[in-house]
């Protein structure tokens, strides 16, 4: 990513601001600023048979990381930290999900063309497929289809030990939460973090948690596949897990 | 895989004596993957649809983390699967463990929070001698779903 002189003295002076005010605003338009610096970097790694919009996604974590931890007083050029940072993250993020990362090319073009079939399925059967008529559809034993969806989720594997991601840059909120949520949010837990993970997210979190919905219904509801409303609940609900251990 | 310490396995309601699946791990969370892909074979051969299989493989995890929150580096987590017509129930212990932390207080209550929705009954005991023991059962659907 390269600055003009202009542009790097308007950044380091919204650093020293945030670092000063932590304020909100100002971190989203720094954020904002280097998400080009993430798809740089996230092109790097996506030989490794890896989505590029995850890679997008755990690189934001990096930044994100990068702008909060960042002291401008020591001296340093704020898009050589982040960068570090950002590698960290995709590094941590191959190595959080090493399984599926091995799939064997396979299961992961039975995964990629699932989706479609779980749908296609659904609406003919009128209710969710068994794994039995998956496999049946696509050809592929039981056990590939199982080892397919397994291969699909990319974030199940967060640790109870190292520090969590912050979520994505704040956008919208939900407009209402409440239900099965409401206990905790009483307790001030979980509401800071649902409030950061992207809109989607919180909408399908809102649709399965509160409203009860079956993933078939959520992905019906929102116009996406069953398969992905499925990797998206396990990826918000890894980031919860991990925005909990890294608050306390 | 062994454990020198017996395992007395909370299936509560399911014959012991019944066919079942046991799984020792180190607690690391990278390899739930073991847990959740043994639960899934299981309920796939129940019969369970893709939206129940999807979410028992959450609920796996949520279970696995729920009863490794607080966990040594050398615990070991063991499941037991065990399965009826259309039930499979699943038990777990880690060992050993130490009394419950903050983080691990939070973390015990988003996972409840959660399994709420994915599965029929489950529970997570407080640790008693060492030891913290969680279970859950999920049932087919009615029309597959």
């Known amino acids: 990513m390269t600055t003009t002189p202009t542009t790097r003295e308007l950044l380091d002076q919204k650093l020293r601001e945030y670092a000063r005010t932590h304020d909100r605003g100002l971190r989203d338009e720094i954020i904002a600023a ?12 996506v030989r490794r048979s890896e989505a590029y919009d995850d890679l997008v996604q755990a690189g934001s974590i990096g930044l994100i990381k ?7 007083d020591l001296g340093f050029e704020f898009a050589a930290y982040a960068s570090k940072t950002i590698v960290g993250e995709l590094k941590r993020h191959f190595r959080d999900k090493g399984w599926s990362v091995r799939a064997p090319r396979r299961v992961q073009e039975l995964y990629l063309g699932l989706g479609q079939v779980v749908d296609e399925l659904s609406q003919r059967l009128g209710r969710s497929p068994t794994v039995k008529e998956l496999a049946a559809e696509t050809g592929a034993s039981e056990e590939d289809v199982l080892e397919a969806l397994e291969a699909g989720h990319a974030y199940r594997s967060a640790s109870l030990d190292t520090p969590g991601p912050e ?11 409440d239900g099965a949520y409401e206990k905790v949010d009483e307790r001030d837990l979980l509401l800071p973090h649902i409030e950061k993970l992207p809109q989607r997210e919180r909408l399908i979190l809102h649709l399965r948690f509160v409203e009860d919905l079956t993933q078939s219904e959520i992905a019906a509801r929102i ?3 069953q398969m992905h409303v499925s990797r998206l609940l396990a990826r918000s609900l890894a980031k919860l897990h991990d925005a909990c251990a890294a608050e306390a | 895989m062994s454990s020198s310490r017996a395992f007395e396995p909370d299936v509560r309601g399911v014959d012991e004596a019944s066919e079942h699946v046991e799984l020792l791990l180190p607690v690391r969370p990278e390899l739930w993957v073991l847990a959740r892909m043994s639960a899934s074979a ?3 051969r129940l019969d369970f649809g893709f939206d129940a299989v999807e979410d028992l493989r959450l609920a796996i995890d949520e279970l696995c ?7 040594a580096a050398d615990s070991r987590l063991r499941l037991v699967y065990r399965w009826d017509d259309d039930t499979i129930h699943v038990a777990c212990e880690v060992s050993p463990i130490g009394p419950a932390s903050p983080v691990a207080a939070d973390t015990l209550e988003l996972s409840a929070r959660i399994l709420d929705a994915l599965v029929d009954e ?3 005991d407080p640790v ?9 059962t999920k049932s087919r659907p009615t029309l597959g779903l």
């Open chain 1, 34 to 45: 280097h998400l080009e610096l993430v798809e740089h970097l996230a092109r790097r790694f």
């Open chain 2, 65 to 71: 983390n729920s009863c490794a929150a607080g966990a």
């Open chain 2, 42 to 44: 299981i309920a796939s």
């Open chain 1, 66 to 72: 990068a702008v909060d931890g960042f002291d401008p």
């Open chain 2, 122 to 124: 489950h529970g997570i």
């Open chain 1, 223 to 225: 116009g996406i596949s």
């Open chain 2, 128 to 136: 008693d001698d060492g030891r913290r023991k969680g279970w859950l």
């Open chain 1, 167 to 177: 979520g994505e840059p704040l956008t919208s909120r939900l407009g209402h939460v």
